[in-house]
Each structure stands twice: as structure tokens, then as C-alpha cells.
T-cell receptor
């Protein structure tokens, strides 16, 4: 199993550009989530999904969209990149009801810089 | 005040020492996670617990629900244990399956 994969690993954008961060898992996990990690702050939840076709907002959803058309994939879209979105982004997945009941498996992260 | 507070923020130890990292939280929880973030950035789940104590190799995690406190212990520490250790809680008071994360404890173990 590859576990949780993320692409790209690094990305530089200009303000106003859009892009999609890819996340995929091959463990048949229902629960998937996106976090951002910024210096001096803990990981913060952006969006999450409890199954294909079901998504919900996390703590910091503004400026991001998600969709979950398959169990395996959970892409994160930046609609119009802003310097405040410079961060490291992690995708995570877990079995069943999510981190209330199960450990999470994290992808390797995407380091995004918005100029 | 953050919902999840970790102490210390930074910890330096000599190889072989016993390490304790603390996590205090202010809300009722249904689960607490300990995570390890490697120097390269990857994050690994170490423990998930809702009561008592769990052990895996040289790592031990304990939780006291009444005191809203958890500890992560590392016995016979080794330089390869150098990492950021993160505590996260699943609050009973929030909807969905959200975790609230502490800022992490940077551990450096010197040979």
C-alpha cells in the first residue's frame, strides 16, 4: 500500500492564481481531511469528508474548495491564491468515523508559497 | 488560552534520558492523539487514547480524564527520537470529527 500520497511536494504561486493540491489514499478509508500547518500554530483543519459525496468545513475553510467524488481522492482547490495561504498542507485519512475513534494517516505534505 | 497546551515547547536531552512531554486541555474530550513529526516534515500517529495508558516499545502515553491531562514518556531516549511531538484532542463540544492540535514540543536528543 502506498498509504496517503500528496502532489505536488512543493509549489510556488503568484497572487491570484488557482491550483489544486492532490490527495489520494489506497486504504479504503471513509474519512479524509486537509490541514494547514503554520509556524507557531498547531495544525488547523480546512475541510473534511466522511465519505464519497460528503464534505464539510473545518476551522479555516475560506479560500479553499474540496470535493469527494471517489473514496480514494480528496483534492483541495485554491480558488485565488493569497500570500496568507503560504503554508504546509497535509492530507490525512482514517477508517470509519475519523479521529474520534481511529488513528489518522498523514500524507507527506505540500509546501506552498504564494508570492 | 488555547484549548490544548503542551509543555515544554522545547526540550533537549542526552541519549538514554527519560523524557516526559505534557499536554493539558480545557474541554471535555472523546479522544486524545499523540503524533510525531519528523525533521523532514512527515507526521506519524503514535497513540490514540481515551483513558488509562498505552505502551508501544519505548513510548508510553497516559491520560487522566478528570485532570484533563496527558503525558507522553520516552524511555532510554535516542537521537532518532528527535522530532516534534504533537498532542491533539477530539472535543465532545464540537461537531464532526475535528481535532484541536497543540503547537507541539520540539525534542532534541543529543548523543
Amino acid at each position: 500500500n502506498a498509504g496517503v500520497t500528496q502532489t505536488p511536494k512543493f509549489q510556488v504561486l503568484k497572487t491570484g492564481q488557482s491550483m489544486t493540491l492532490q490527495c489520494a489514499q489506497d486504504m479504503n478509508h471513509e474519512y479524509m481531511s486537509w490541514y494547514r500547518q503554520d509556524p507557531g500554530m498547531g495544525l488547523r483543519l480546512i475541510h473534511y469528508s466522511v465519505g464519497a459525496g460528503i464534505t464539510d468545513q473545518g476551522e479555516v475553510p475560506n479560500g479553499y474548495n474540496v470535493s469527494r467524488s471517489t473514496t480514494e481522492d480528496f483534492p483541495l482547490r485554491l480558488l485565488s491564491a493569497a500570500p496568507s495561504q503560504t503554508s504546509v498542507y497535509f492530507c490525512a485519512s482514517s477508517y470509519g468515523g475519523g479521529p474520534s475513534y481511529n488513528e489518522q494517516f498523514f500524507g507527506p505534505g505540500t509546501r506552498l508559497t504564494v508570492l | 488560552k488555547n484549548e490544548v497546551e503542551q509543555s515544554p515547547q522545547n526540550l533537549t536531552a542526552q541519549e538514554g534520558e527519560f523524557i516526559t512531554i505534557n499536554c493539558s486541555y480545557s474541554v471535555g474530550i472523546s479522544a486524545l492523539h499523540w503524533l510525531q513529526q519528523h525533521p523532514g516534515g512527515g507526521i506519524v500517529s503514535l497513540f490514540m487514547l481515551s483513558s488509562g495508558k498505552k505502551k508501544h516499545g519505548r513510548l508510553i502515553a497516559t491520560i487522566n480524564i478528570q485532570e484533563k491531562h496527558s503525558s507522553l514518556h520516552i524511555t532510554a531516549s535516542h537521537p532518532r527520537d528527535s522530532a516534534v511531538y504533537i498532542c491533539a484532542v477530539r472535543s465532545k463540544e464540537t461537531s464532526g470529527s475535528r481535532l484541536t492540535f497543540g503547537e507541539g514540543t520540539q525534542l532534541t536528543v543529543n548523543p
